[in-house]
């Protein structure tokens, strides 16, 4: 019954399905951040921005993910993308 609720929430509201997993994969991206896992956490926020090209936040994150492999260079690339997507995006 649950997911018949879900389903009918999403058709009335016109919500992409990928949208809402991969607002729940990125939770899951964070979750892999804060523990530290970075390697896991740039499979999963990659995949996250493959998906959604304009997920801000998500290459917000990439930037921080490389930042803390050492990985400078890209890490600022990433954080140059969240910009070019939304110039009034604050790092």
């Known amino acids: 019954m649950r997911h018949i ?22 939770g899951q991206c ?6 530290e896992k970075y390697e896991e956490a740039l499979r999963c926020l990659k995949e996250i921005v493959k998906n959604e090209p304009k997920a801000t936040k998500a290459y917000n994150d990439l930037g921080l993910v490389y ?25």
């Open 5 to 26: 609720i879900i389903l009918t929430i999403i058709f009335i509201l016109n919500i992409p399905v990928n949208a809402l997993s991969n607002e729940k994969r990125y």
């Open 30 to 35: 964070i979750i892999y951040l804060k523990q």
């Open 67 to 91: 930042a803390k492999l050492g990985r400078l260079d890209e890490a600022i690339r990433q954080w140059l993308k969240a910009l070019s997507i939304d110039p009034t995006f604050s790092l």
